[in-house]
């Protein structure tokens, strides 16, 4: 899988503003409602719990995947049925989420 990282930077960084408690300072978790509105959606169990990690259900686990194929994959590696690679989505808070998941299910194959 040849994985666009200047990609994976770029929505880093977005969600490093996005969660901008200062002038220029940064929580390194995401945002409690958008981790609410993925529990309600089915794609994580309940967040609000003293872990650090979250946990995707089987959904929310395929819907990760398909995501980050759709978003940070190069073409020649994706799947016939996937979309081609699009601009950064609006709601890249609840979808890099999931992608963070996914890579430490992947990192061996990723690196």
Known sequence: MDIDIEAVDEVVLALLYLNLCDQNRAWKSFDWEAM????????????????KAAVLTDKGLHEAERLFRQYFV??????????????IPA???EQIVLWRRFRRRNDCQLL
């Not at 609410?36 to 872990?51: C, D, F, M, Q, T």
């Not at 049925?81 to 601009?87: H, L």
């Open 91 to 93: 709601r890249i808070g």
């Open 74 to 87: 190069r073409s020649r590696d994706r799947k016939l049925d996937d979309k081609p690679a699009g601009s």
């Open 36 to 51: 609410n509105r993925l529990h309600e959606k089915g794609y994580i169990h309940n967040p609000v719990s003293r872990a």
